[in-house]
């Protein structure tokens, strides 16, 4: 990637991270970019959360579990999502993941941008979603992925909803890493973000990895850590695992 096309990238990111909190416009952008699934007449469910904290899987085994199709809004990765179907009265699922590790994955995906911008994204998704945290359910990354029908059921308890639970059988995990898939590989030309998903294995990233992890300790990044670990704390208390987050 050019110099002049990272700081492009870098620019459209920020943008998008500002005006992910008003429903009106990052919703619009969203359907006509094709990022996502914004909140509709038709929607079941909206599940959201910061990328890499389990979107993909959460998405697809909900889906998956279901007897019959459901709408799900999703992967609009903007707190707009979610407050447009809390207004609505649409059952609303947030995932959350402890912020240094989701920063360090994104910016490992996602090599245009900054770690300090990434944390910047994180607090603008979830710092928007707290005069609302009563009215939708949070879910731990690590939740979703070792106990779905739980969440399922915290939801279900919340919203009077009959959603099925996810039976992780060797059948019906296939068939959620065919589905999240399959909704990756369909994402080309103008719905694909200028800040681009990168493509690669996890072959030679542990360094990389680690570089990024210690570049999130930065002494100059201590306000946005300080920040992400309130509202983390805030909004994973009561909920199953440990509170907090690292700071």
């Known amino acids: 990637m050019t110099a002049a096309r990272r700081t492009l990238a870098r620019a459209v990111y920020e943008a998008g991270t500002l ?11 969203a359907g006509w970019h094709g990022h996502g699934v914004p ?4 929607t079941d469910i909206a599940i959201e959360g910061y990328p890499r904290s389990a ?6 085994a909900f889906a998956v579990a279901q007897p019959e199709s459901v709408r799900i809004a999703h992967h609009t990765h903007s707190p707009a999502n979610v407050i447009a179907a809390v207004r609505r009265g649409i059952p609303a699922l947030v995932l ?9 994955e994104l910016v490992l995906l996602k090599p245009a941008l900054t770690v300090g911008q990434a944390l910047r994204g994180w607090v603008r998704f979830y710092r928007p979603l707290l005069p ?58 103008r719905g694909l973000p200028l800040v681009g998903r990168t493509q690669g294995t996890e072959e ?7 570089r990024l992890h210690v570049a999130f300790r930065a002494p100059d990044l201590e306000r946005g850590r300080r920040r992400a670990a309130r509202l983390h704390e805030t909004f994973t208390s009561g909920l199953p ?4 987050g690292r700071g």
């Not at 939740?143 to 992780?168: C, H, K, Q, W, Y």
């Open 96 to 104: 959350i993941r402890e912020p240094e590790d989701a920063v360090v």
């Open 132 to 189: 609302f945290r009563d009215r939708f359910v949070a879910a731990r990354t690590e939740e979703v992925l070792s106990d779905l029908a739980a969440v399922i059921a915290r939801v279900n308890e919340r919203f009077g909803t009959s959603f099925a639970a996810f039976d992780p059988t060797e059948e019906s995990v296939a068939a959620v890493r065919g589905a999240a898939g399959g909704y990756w590989e369909g994402r080309t030309g």
């Open 55 to 60: 979107n993909s899987f959460a998405v697809a």
């Open 19 to 29: 005006v992910g909190r008003s429903p009106a416009i990052a919703l619009a952008v």
């Open 241 to 244: 695992g440990p509170v907090g």
């Open 204 to 210: 030679g990233r542990d360094a990389e990895r680690e």
């Open 39 to 42: 909140v509709g007449e038709d």
